[in-house]
């Protein structure tokens, strides 16, 4: 199928692109990679009848340090830019361990780091790793700019704060503190699947080796990102031997999440993907929080 007919805008810059958001408001839709709107646009699910095509805005593409030893990343970035960037390797170690488990090299060669947090689809890593690493959205329009956290800025399926006339413009993502560890798990029915279950992971240590906080946040398991309060709630103040991670994960599977079933898992299933994977993360990133604790 070939898309529905639609007017196409090329702005050059964040400011032109601001002006025709606030000109054509819900009819418009913002082009990134194009990796989702694409074909859903050919499929005729998605109907915009105005195209704004962001390729040409030179100031959304950039990778650059942020506060306190974080990074900042354009919404523009592609997916195979933040990849293989040592900035990024050195201070989101997550987010660079994720990134080969986005799709196929192509996809990555097109897709971008902000197309993919603002289109908000549950099963995509970068959205739920964003949440466990507490990282910040930069959102515009004509009359100025808010930073919104990513735990905020998820409120439902393929659905965000961002408003009609806004544009994700940037992404902070804070260092990890000291004696901290990460780890991203997931499975898919076949290599460079969306994933039918993913677990992002992070843990910090005290100086005695207890857990001084954790996050653990699931995909494909809910409208959107899904943090495992509960689970996390059991591992506060605790040494987190084999039996603690794995009580946590069977917590974060059975209570935590609310899974559904569709012709590529069922909700059970999905509960079992849950707990193997909760536990593989932890064991993962506790691992890596002692390591850096004894370096």
């Known amino acids: 199928m070939k898309p529905a007919p639609f007017e196409y805008y090329a702005p050059t810059s964040v400011e032109e692109a601001l002006a025709l958001l606030a000109e ?13 709107l694409i074909p859903t646009m050919n499929f005729r699910l998605a109907q915009p009848s105005v195209l704004i095509d962001l390729n040409n805005v030179s100031d959304l593409f950039f990778i650059r340090s942020g506060e306190n030893g974080g990074v900042r990343l354009g919404a523009m970035t592609r997916h195979v830019q933040v990849e293989s960037d040592p900035l990024v390797a050195e201070r989101a170690p997550l987010v660079y361990e994720t990134m ?3 799709g196929t090299t192509q996809i990555r060669n097109r ?34 700019d808010r930073w919104v956290s990513a735990k905020e ?38 290599p460079h699947d969306f994933a039918l279950v993913g677990v992002a992971a992070v843990v910090t240590l005290d100086d005695r080796g207890f857990c001084q906080r954790a996050r653990i946040v699931l995909l494909s398991v809910g409208d959107g990102p899904v ?5 996390v709630e ?10 603690i991670i794995r009580e946590a994960a069977e917590k974060a599977a059975a209570v935590d999440i609310d899974p559904g079933s569709d012709i590529h898992a069922s909700a059970d299933y999905r509960r079992h993907l849950a707990k193997v994977l909760t536990r593989r993360a932890l064991q993962r990133a506790f691992e890596r929080a002692k390591g850096s604790q004894n370096g």
């Open 111 to 144: 897709g971008t780091f902000g197309g993919s947090i603002a289109h908000a689809d549950p099963s995509a890593e970068l959205p739920a790793v964003s949440v466990a690493l507490d990282g910040r959205f930069r959102l515009q329009n004509q009359n100025g």
């Open 100 to 102: 080969p488990k986005i």
């Open 24 to 36: 054509h408001g819900y009819d418009a839709k913002v082009l990134a990679g194009g990796q989702s």
């Open 234 to 243: 059991m591992l506060a103040g605790q040494t987190l031997t084999p039996e």
């Open 227 to 231: 943090v495992a309060h509960q689970a």
């Open 153 to 190: 800025f998820f409120v439902g399926m393929f659905a965000t704060l961002l408003d009609p006339d806004e544009l994700l413009v940037e992404v902070a993502i804070p260092s990890i503190p000291q004696r901290s560890g990460w780890a991203i798990e997931e499975v898919a029915r076949r």
